[in-house]
């Protein structure tokens, strides 16, 4: 296993390491038999987050009296100062430790940026729990570069997360700057979702990257050993083909949720939409897939095919008829 040495926090972490979202499909025997195989295979780092379920619980079991083994990160979704002090506080039980290594900020709208960073906004929260020694580092996560723009510059994140893969670059310049200013990488959505067959390749091309931390879900010993087992060899001229026509192949036809076709004339969170349907198709989490979507306040089938969206999009995609496969999934 390869280790990031992130000077600036102190801590030193497996460049492969742990998504916590396949997690919820198993009981605890298994998610401490998964953990038992992250041990012997030098996986350290951890990630969770309050939305996922039993996630957290389940890690928390399985770390048990070892939890100097790992370091933990988990995210929270709260706004408001009461919120987030109340989701670090569930999160210390659930992992069952008086310290959380990252808590992060989990995919803030731009709107909701405006509250977390105000006074008695969730901000408030994440400062006074590193002071106390609760949590040792404050991070974002987003699916927007133009959420991360706004706040990269403030020296109060130390360390980001996107949507990284083979077919989503469009991050790269931006972990450039990142890694300039010593902010921790991280890439989430390694295989696009669930979108990329060759779990080799799309690992090998991350590790091919100037990236700190790559974070695929692991819902098995089985995938655990095949993640660490990929060999971090430069890209064959075989590879850079196979890589080339998968970029050209996705490009036309693969929401990057960037954001640009918001907002919705309906209210419909498209992007979020297409997500939660990749969940239900490719990662069989079709319970935690559908109850997330149903909590959408708006959905595909409130679509009046304005057409607003498809002008807006700078990949031309055709979301209109994207919306319908949604409804066709989740039943509205």
């Given amino acids: 296993m390869e280790y990031i040495n992130a000077k600036g926090m102190g801590l030193v972490l497996s460049k492969i390491g742990f998504g916590g979202i396949p997690i919820q499909k198993v009981d605890s025997l298994m998610a401490g038999k998964i953990v038992d195989e992250l ?3 030098g996986v350290n ?3 969770s987050a309050r939305g996922y379920k039993d996630s957290e619980k389940l890690i928390g079991e399985a770390i048990a ?4 083994k790992f370091i933990l990160a988990t995210k929270s979704m709260a706004k408001t100062y009461i919120d987030m002090a109340k989701d670090i506080e569930i999160s210390l039980s659930n992992f069952k430790t008086d310290y959380i290594d990252i808590y992060q900020l989990h995919n803030p709208s731009m709107d909701s940026l405006k509250v977390i960073m105000g006074e008695g906004g969730a901000l408030k929260a994440l400062l006074e729990a ?8 404050i991070g974002i996560t987003s699916h927007s570069l133009d959420v991360l723009n706004s706040v990269i510059d403030l020296g109060i994140f130390e360390s980001v997360m996107y949507p990284f893969n083979i077919v ?3 991050g790269r310049s931006f972990f450039k700057k990142c890694k300039e200013k010593g902010i921790l990488t991280i890439a989430m959505k390694p295989m696009a979702g669930g979108a990329l067959d060759d779990k080799n390749l799309a690992l090998k091309f991350l590790l091919n990257e100037d990236i700190d931390v790559i974070i695929p879900g692991m819902g098995s010993v089985e995938e655990v050993i095949e993640n660490c087992s990929i060999n971090n060899t430069k890209l064959s001229k075989e590879e850079l083909e196979e890589i080339d026509t998968l970029q050209k192949t996705f490009g036309n036809d693969f929401c990057r949720r960037c954001g640009y076709c918001q907002p919705c004339t309906k209210g419909i969170d498209i992007a979020n939409c297409f ?6 198709k490719r990662y069989d989490l079709k319970d935690w897939a559908k109850e997330r979507y149903e909590s959408l306040k708006s959905h595909a089938s409130d679509c009046v095919e304005c057409g607003k ?8 995609l055709n979301i ?7 409804k066709e999934t989740f039943g509205k």
């Fill in 45 to 47: 780092y951890i990630d």
């Fill in 275 to 280: 997500v939660f349907e990749g969940y239900y």
């Fill in 168 to 170: 989503e670059v469009q």
């Fill in 39 to 41: 041990v012997r295979r």
């Fill in 309 to 316: 969206c498809m002008e807006r999009c700078p990949y031309k």
């Fill in 320 to 326: 209109i008829e994207k919306l319908k496969g949604v």
């Fill in 65 to 68: 009296r070892r939890r100097d």
């Fill in 130 to 137: 590193k002071e106390k020694g609760k949590i040792g580092h």
